[in-house]
């Protein structure tokens, strides 16, 4: 038997099984990408709807909507942060607040909600913020002294002061987007839904959402509560 | 050429099947670690999540148990701008704190901070509103504090001249934490006589729920006497409303909270403290009470009667002649003050909602 020919099967049987193994590899590798992309996209759908609950109940824990919700849509005075007064005597217009929040007050967007001691509450443009270097015994270390200017200023005693900007949500774009002013719809979520299957109602006096997921996302529909309709 | 030379591969692939298997294992192994690393990173978030949402749920949970709970007599130690906090709890591998911080003589913030060990802290707070005994009585518009509709005859007296006097049986002493409020709310000395308010409560709590907190219920005819045993004030019996006459005896400090769901008369004997009554109130013959009153229906005082304080009295009130209504700021602030550890209750002033702050 010639050793040469025997050579050449060798090789032969050698490539076959070395590809079939490359193959299997790659295989392998393909199916482990989908299982993980699949996984990535429920992780986001899932992401997405916390985000949603989240979002939404804690916008709603501070402020009702300003119009019913439209099936896409939310139009609401959206909560950036609240302040305790430093003192009940101001110069006028002018008021001393140890405030936290997600962001500083914007005079150029922001209104200012104050609750008086019985729970009343009172509204004002807020025209000026800034850093102030007053003493405030109301104060901790997470909060920041500021001095603010506003339009009307309080005429009776308050204890509480939150800050506001008009602005509205929407479940289009396969995303939960937030918008204001005329400004575009930014994105809060992975675009992870089906817009014709996810929308906001109002039932039996709750606000109450629906997301359904894309064809391309793992997962069931959710629907769930949200808020209390306040009269 | 030998044989052996046929089972030699030439020199320039010597290796090359082994170079090719050495980098494939090392893509795969690189696929591997970066599917690792992606699934690593991911889990992660996951967990940072679920622990702020945890964190979240403890926060809420401490925050909902200390409004639950309410306030005490620690409360009148707090002055507005001032806090008290508790101590650091912990629940599982994790921790929370409340605290409670006071914006105005009613108002208080209450706060829970919750956090893990080397990871984020959540805080959840909220607004409520607690009683305050200085304050409602800063806040009375008059000695008689009638409804809308509320009748008035008057054949005795009703004094509000004095509001500020120590007068047997009140003790000098017993006013002076107040002294320096009540002269501001009342620099003058005096109050007007009558004055409307709109429901028959203490600021926001109303007369079910005085009621219902009330520990000592009574109810028809009866006549309050001190009773003691011993060196021991006998709270037990629901007619013992203290002993005004004699403050350094055992029922001399005690001021109870008296409810009546229906109409009540009070025939003769003397009493102090908080009296609560969902219809009308009699006082006749020679019967004394101090402090507050809170009636849903008409106060009457007939015959020699006495009450010394200040009442509102949501149907109106009728004093005989002979009879007597003397406004005392001091006797009612003693008289509600007493009640802080029944009458504390934090009621949220943005109802239904929760100031929640994340950072």
């Known amino acids: 038997m010639s050793r040469a020919g025997g050579t050449v099967i060798e090789a032969i049987f050698a490539l076959t099984l070395g590809l079939f193994v490359v193959m299997l590899g790659l295989q392998t590798a393909a199916q482990v990408n989908h299982?993980?992309?699949?996984?990535?996209?429920?992780?986001e759908a899932i992401e997405s709807l916390r985000v949603l609950r989240h979002v939404m109940r804690r916008e709603f824990a501070h402020t009702r909507a300003i119009a019913p919700p439209a099936s896409d849509s939310v139009a609401l005075r959206a909560f950036r942060g609240l302040a305790l007064l430093c003192s009940q005597t101001f110069e006028p217009g002018r008021l001393v607040v140890a405030y936290r929040g997600d962001r500083l007050p914007d005079p150029s967007k922001d209104s200012v909600e104050f609750t008086d001691a019985d729970g009343g509450v009172l509204y004002s443009d807020l025209i000026g913020s800034g850093v102030s270097s007053d003493s405030c015994g109301a104060a901790d270390s997470t909060e920041m002294i500021l001095a603010w200017h506003l339009d009307r200023p309080p005429v009776v005693p308050v204890v509480l002061a939150r800050v506001f900007e008009r602005g509205s949500?929407?479940?289009?774009?396969?995303?939960?987007?937030?918008?204001?002013?005329?400004?575009?719809?930014q994105p809060l979520t992975p675009e992870v839904w089906t817009d014709s299957q996810s929308s906001w109602r109002t039932e039996d006096g709750r606000i109450v959402v629906t997301v359904t997921p894309s064809d391309s996302v793992a997962g069931a529909a959710w629907s769930g509560f949200l808020s209390w309709v306040y009269p | 050429m030998t044989r052996r030379a046929l089972h030699q591969p030439a020199s320039g692939e010597r290796g090359a099947v082994l170079v090719v298997v050495v980098l494939l294992a090392v893509a795969f192994l690189a696929l591997g670690h970066g599917l690792v690393l992606s699934s690593r990173s991911a889990l992660r978030t996951a967990r940072l999540s679920a622990l702020h949402a945890r964190l979240l749920a403890i926060a809420d949970g401490a925050l909902l148990g200390t409004i639950q709970e309410g306030g005490g007599p620690w409360m009148d130690g707090v002055s507005p701008g001032g806090r008290a906090g508790g101590a650091r709890r912990a629940v599982g591998p994790d921790s929370v704190r409340t605290a409670w911080r006071r914006l105005s003589a009613e108002a208080w913030m209450v706060e829970a901070t919750a956090w893990s060990e080397g990871g984020p802290t959540v805080v959840s707070n909220r607004l409520v509103w607690?009683?305050?005994?200085?304050?409602?009585?800063?806040?009375?518009?008059?000695?008689?504090?009638?409804?809308?509709?509320?009748?008035?005859?008057?054949?005795?007296?009703?004094?509000?001249?004095?509001?500020?006097?120590i007068r047997v049986p009140l003790e000098g002493s017993i006013c002076a934490p107040w002294n320096t409020e009540l002269l501001a709310a009342f620099p003058t000395g005096s109050a007007p006589l009558l004055s409307a308010v709109e429901s028959p409560s203490l600021g926001k709590i109303d007369v079910a729920h005085l009621l219902s907190d009330a520990p000592v219920q009574v109810s028809g005819t009866g006549t309050p006497v001190p009773d003691e045993t011993g060196s021991v004030c006998t709270t037990e019996r629901s007619w013992n409303w203290g002993d005004p006459d004699r403050g350094y005896r055992p029922c001399g400090a005690y001021l109870p909270m008296i409810g009546s769901e229906s109409d009540l008369v009070v025939d003769g004997g003397v009493g102090q403290g908080l009296l609560v009554v969902d219809g009308d109130l009699e006082l006749?013959?020679?019967?004394?009470?101090?402090?507050?009153v809170v009636v849903t229906?008409?106060?009457?005082?007939?015959?020699?009667?006495?009450?010394?304080?200040?009442?509102?009295?949501?149907?109106?009130?009728?004093?005989?002649?002979?009879?007597?209504?003397?406004?005392?700021?001091?006797?009612?602030?003693?008289?509600?003050?007493?009640q802080r550890g029944i009458l504390r209750h934090a009621l949220p002033l943005h109802p239904a909602r929760r100031l929640g702050s994340f950072r």
Do not use: N
């Open chain 2, 130 to 165: 607690v009683l305050d005994g200085l304050e409602r009585v800063r806040l009375m518009p008059a000695i008689v504090a009638i409804g809308p509709t509320g009748s008035v005859a008057v054949a005795g007296a009703i004094r509000g001249d004095a509001v500020l006097d």
């Open chain 2, 297 to 338: 229906g008409t106060l009457r005082l007939l015959e020699l009667a006495r009450l010394e304080g200040l009442a509102i009295a949501f149907g109106g009130v009728e004093v005989d002649a002979g009879a007597r209504l003397d406004g005392s700021a001091c006797w009612a602030v003693h008289a509600l003050a007493a």
């Open chain 1, 169 to 185: 949500y929407h479940l289009t774009g396969s995303a939960l987007r937030y918008r204001r002013g005329v400004s575009g719809r």
């Open chain 2, 284 to 292: 006749r013959s020679d019967a004394r009470f101090y402090g507050m």
């Open chain 1, 35 to 43: 299982a993980q992309r699949r996984l990535d996209s429920r992780k």
